[in-house]
């Protein structure tokens, strides 16, 4: 059952999607540039996207929805009923486990490609199926747009990466 009163844009939500998954990871890219010009841009944008939208950001969002289940299923899909919170907790265990290898992979260089492949083809998994299903809300909306964009930097990123 729906629940048609919530749907508000959550301004934090919005602001932790923006910081991870566009700023931080540009911001790293340019610091990581000034320290390290030998570095292509190809192999920065791999190593601070992985880290920042698949790593913190889905190790995060893995957190928050094993945390508190009710806020994936309220705001994002509109879900009023709460026994679905065993299924976004199952959906948390995934994100914490890709995230993780985001995280590591700025460690184990060697993982970055994996993570960027498994975490990115997940987000455009995730982007496609909010289309199909067509967004309940602005927060889906913001979901729905960056599991598209990261799901293309990692696609590009993957590729450079093969040769």
């Avoid at 000034?34 to 190593?47: E, F, P």
């Avoid at 957190?63 to 199952?90: A, C, M, R, Y």
């Avoid at 199909?132 to 960056?146: D, L, Q, T, Y």
């Amino acid at each position: 059952m729906e629940n048609q009163t919530n749907f508000k844009m959550s301004k934090g939500y919005f602001s932790i999607v923006l910081l991870l998954m566009l700023i931080l990871p540009i911001i790293s890219i340019a610091v990581d540039l000034q320290c390290n010009a030998i570095i292509s841009l190809t192999q920065l944008t791999g190593k601070w996207f992985v880290f920042w939208a698949i790593g913190i950001r889905l190790f995060t969002a893995g957190l928050k929805q094993v945390i508190k289940p009710q806020f994936t299923l309220q705001d994002i899909f509109h879900i009023s009923n709460p026994e679905g919170g065993v299924i976004v907790k199952e959906l948390g265990f995934a994100n914490i486990c890709f995230g993780a290898a985001g995280i590591i992979s700025i460690f184990i260089p060697e993982w970055r490609p994996a993570a960027a492949f498994t975490g990115g083809l997940y987000l455009g998994i995730a982007g496609i199926n909010h289309v199909i299903k067509k967004p309940s809300g602005p927060n889906e909306v913001i979901a729905m747009v960056s599991d598209l964009f990261i799901f293309l930097v990692m696609a590009i990123y993957f590729y450079c990466s093969l040769s």
